[in-house]
C-alpha cells in the first residue's frame, strides 16, 4: 500500500530529496511532500556543534599527561558532506545510518593523533604551560586536514581545559615546586638575619662613637662651667646693685601714684555720688508717674467694664420683656381657640335631640351601662310592649363581663 509522508527541515537543518538518483529537492529548512517507498531523504546539520574530547598521551621525557578539551565546528558545504557520508533520514526524521555520530568520532580520533604530535616534542613541564599553544597547533592541522576539508566541514575553535599529569607525577611536582618555595623563603630568612646583624654591629660603632664624643663634651662644658661660675657671680653683684637702686626709684614712684589715686579716688567718689542723687531722684519721679498712669487705666478700665455690664443688663431686660409679650399673646391665642372650639361644641349640641345625647354619652361606656339605659327605654314604654322576654343566661352574662371589667 502506498501512502505519502511530509518532511520538514529546521532552519539550520539542509535537506535534499532524492528520487532515482537525482535531486529533485534541496535546501535549508525546506518541507515537501514524499512516498518513502520511491523516494531518499538526506538532512545535513549545518548548526554549530560542540563535541568534548580527552586523550591521554606521553611527552617527550616518557610522562604520561591527559588532556580535555573541547572541539567547535560546523558543516558549511552540506552537499559535499551528503556526497561522502549517508545522512538519510527515516519518515519520522531519525539517521538511518552511523555516519553522523562517526563523523564526531573522527573528530576526536583527529584531534588525539594531532595533539599527540604535537606533545611527543615538549618536555612535561612545557606541556603543562602549552594549553593554549596546543590548542591553536591542533586546531591550525584540523583546518588542513584532508578528511575535514572533504566532507566540507569548518573548524570553529577547539580550546584546551585542562593537561594533566598522573597523580603521582603532580604530586612529585608540587613537592619539587613547595621545596624550591620554602628555600627562597629560607634564604630571605636567612638574608634578613644578616642585614639586622651588620646593622646591629653599625649601631654599636656609632654608639661608641657617640660615648667618645660626649666624654670630650663633658669636659669642655666643665671648663665651661666654671668660667660661667665666675662671670655668673660678678654677674649676680651688678644684678644686686641695680636692683637696689631700682627699688628706691620704684618706692618713690609708687608713693606719688598712691597719693594722685587717692585724691583720684575722692573725687570719683563725689562724683558718683552727684551722680546717684539725680538718677534716683529721677528714679523716683518715673515710678511715680507710671504709678499714677497705671491707676487711671485700672480707673478707666473698670468703669468700661460696669458700663458694659450695665449695657448686657439693659439689653438681657428688654429681651425678656419681648419673651414675656410673646408669651401672653400666645395665651390670649390660645384662650381664643379654646373659646371657638367650645361655642362650635355647643352650638353642634343645640341642634340634638335628647335621645342623640344620650347616645353620645354612652359612646365607650361599659355593657352593663348600655342594657341598663336599654331597660330604662323599656320600662319608659312598658304601656306599649305586648310581652317581653328576659333569660338568666342574658344576666348572668351581664353580671360576669362587669365583674371581669372592674379593676382588681
Known amino acids: 500500500m502506498l501512502f505519502w509522508s511530509h518532511f520538514r527541515s529546521g532552519p539550520t537543518d539542509w535537506a535534499c530529496k532524492l528520487k532515482k538518483g537525482e535531486i529533485r529537492q534541496q535546501g535549508l529548512g525546506i518541507s515537501f511532500y514524499y512516498m518513502p517507498e520511491f523516494v531518499t531523504v538526506l538532512r545535513v546539520p549545518t548548526g554549530i556543534t560542540s563535541t568534548d574530547f580527552s586523550f591521554t598521551e606521553r611527552t617527550s621525557d616518557y610522562q604520561i599527561v591527559h588532556v580535555q578539551g573541547v572541539l567547535t565546528w560546523k558543516i558549511n558545504q552540506p552537499e559535499k558532506a551528503a556526497r561522502m557520508l549517508d545522512f538519510s533520514v527515516d519518515v519520522r526524521g531519525n539517521p538511518l545510518s552511523e555516519d553522523p555520530r562517526k563523523l564526531e568520532e573522527k573528530c576526536q580520533h583527529l584531534v588525539a593523533v594531532l595533539g599527540r604530535n604535537v606533545l611527543k616534542e615538549l618536555p612535561l613541564e612545557e606541556s603543562l604551560k602549552a594549553a593554549e599553544q596546543l590548542g591553536r597547533q591542533i586546531a591550525e592541522g584540523l583546518r588542513t586536514e584532508s578528511y575535514i576539508t572533504s566532507v566540507g566541514m569548518e573548524i570553529l575553535s577547539l580550546d584546551i581545559l585542562a593537561v594533566k599529569p598522573e597523580p603521582e607525577v603532580a604530586r612529585a611536582l608540587e613537592s619539587a615546586k613547595r621545596e624550591a618555595l620554602l628555600k627562597q ?24 662613637g657617640n660615648e667618645l664624643s660626649k666624654e670630650k663634651a663633658s669636659r669642655t662644658v666643665s671648663a665651661t662651667r666654671e668660667e660661667h661660675k665666675k662671670l655668673e657671680q660678678l654677674h649676680e653683684q651688678s644684678l644686686a646693685q641695680q636692683k637696689l637702686e631700682s627699688d628706691i ?71 425678656s420683656k419681648k419673651l414675656a409679650d410673646a408669651r401672653l399673646e400666645v395665651a390670649h391665642k390660645e384662650a381664643e381657640a379654646e373659646k371657638a372650639r367650645v361655642a362650635v361644641v355647643f352650638d353642634a349640641l343645640r341642634s340634638l335631640t335628647s335621645d342623640q345625647l344620650q347616645s353620645l354619652s354612652l359612646m365607650g361606656a361599659q355593657p352593663g351601662v348600655t342594657i341598663a339605659t336599654a331597660f330604662q327605654k323599656l320600662a319608659e314604654r312598658a304601656h306599649t310592649i305586648g310581652h317581653l322576654n328576659i333569660t338568666p343566661d342574658l344576666l348572668n352574662s351581664i353580671i360576669q363581663s362587669d365583674r371581669n371589667t372592674k379593676p382588681q
Open 185 to 208: 623563603q629560607d634564604d630571605a630568612t636567612a638574608q634578613r638575619r644578616l642585614s639586622a646583624l651588620e646593622n646591629e654591629r653599625i649601631i654599636n660603632d656609632r654608639e661608641a
Open 249 to 319: 626709684l620704684r618706692n618713690t614712684k609708687e608713693a606719688e601714684s598712691r597719693q594722685k589715686l587717692i585724691i583720684t579716688d575722692a573725687r570719683v567718689t563725689v562724683e558718683k555720688q552727684q551722680i546717684l542723687t539725680s538718677t534716683e531722684m529721677q528714679f523716683q519721679r518715673e515710678v511715680a508717674e507710671q504709678k499714677r498712669s497705671m491707676l487711671l487705666a485700672d480707673a478707666k478700665a473698670t468703669a468700661d467694664r460696669e458700663q458694659v455690664l450695665m449695657s448686657s443688663q439693659l439689653e438681657l431686660a428688654e429681651e
